[in-house]
């Protein structure tokens, strides 16, 4: 699918929730930069995710506690800048929102204001609903993130599948409840059993995008240098590679080098 500018419209909350109910389901990505942004958004992307898997991806660290509110402003507006039709929203980091609504609100104008994103996300239910009724009552649309939260690692101490026992998956529907209650526009649902992610999607009237959920919610969300294959040693279960460009870039690169080494490169086409 091919963008214009002039033809273009806009994917806002609206159009979301009206996919749910056409069943159509909404296809989102990550993306934290201008030129794999326009990439993304020019394929017809529904939402891109400026996740903080950034400080994962973009930045090496091992878990993506580090990331600041300053660098995913910086992220957020090099996405927004490329974008003519996804809707973008931008992650709230880790610090700036679980203890103190009105920090969280804070953290939220800015993102709305410096990186002039359409929607926030944030990770948890009932521990963190202060925080989303504050934000959401200053106008700005907030999409959820249950199941597997990463922020939350030190707590959980693995990545495995979470909400396998009933208790914990009995909490999960209700905090999904609260989130669409308290005016979310759509939820994450991550690494959970594929039983559990359908029954929250037919629980709720609002979108449930999945990661690692299975295929009976309302869409599904994937790290763009997991699923482009430039991220060699995570593989989850749940992970579909479609392309190899970890080699493929390998490769050019040392064609390059190889080029340069032996005055291949530049010849005299490319010379002035
Ligand atoms: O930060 C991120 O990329 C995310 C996705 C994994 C959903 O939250």
Redesign the pocket.
């Known amino acids: 699918m091919s963008i214009h500018k002039e033809s273009v419209k806009r994917v806002t909350t609206h159009v979301l929730s009206e996919m749910k109910l056409k069943g159509e389901k909404i296809s989102?990505l990550?993306s934290y930069d201008y030129s794999m942004a326009t990439i993304v958004d020019r394929a017809g992307i529904d939402v891109i995710?400026v996740?903080?898997?950034?400080s994962n991806v973009m930045a090496g660290h091992e878990t993506?506690l580090p990331i600041t509110l300053d660098q995913m402003i910086y992220h957020g507006a090099s996405v927004v800048r490329a974008v003519q039709r996804a809707l973008v929203v931008v992650?709230l980091p880790f610090g700036t929102y679980q203890g103190n609504s009105k920090e969280a609100l804070n953290s939220s104008i800015r993102i709305m204001k410096e990186a002039s994103a359409d929607a926030v996300?944030l990770?948890g239910g009932s521990e963190v609903l202060e925080s989303v009724n504050r934000i959401l009552s200053a106008g700005i649309p907030v999409m959820g993130?249950l199941g597997l939260t990463?922020q939350s690692i030190h707590k959980f101490g693995t990545y495995a599948v979470r909400a396998k026992e009933e208790e914990e998956a009995k909490k999960l529907l209700e905090d999904a409840k609260l989130l669409e209650e308290a005016g979310c526009f759509a939820i994450?649902l991550?690494k959970v059993p594929a039983t559990l992610a359908k029954k929250v999607a037919e629980s709720v009237s609002i979108p449930i995008?999945g990661?690692g959920a299975g295929n009976g919610v309302d869409g599904q969300?994937?790290?763009i240098h997991d699923m482009l294959g430039i991220t060699q040693e995570f593989s989850p279960r749940f992970l579909r590679r479609y392309h190899n460009l970890f080699a493929e870039i390998k490769g050019a690169v040392e064609t390059y080098i190889g080029d340069v080494k032996s005055i291949d490169f530049p010849n005299e086409r490319e010379q002035y």
């Open positions: 989102m990550t995710l996740g903080d898997s950034a993506t992650d996300k990770e993130h990463p994450v991550e995008i990661i969300v994937l790290v």
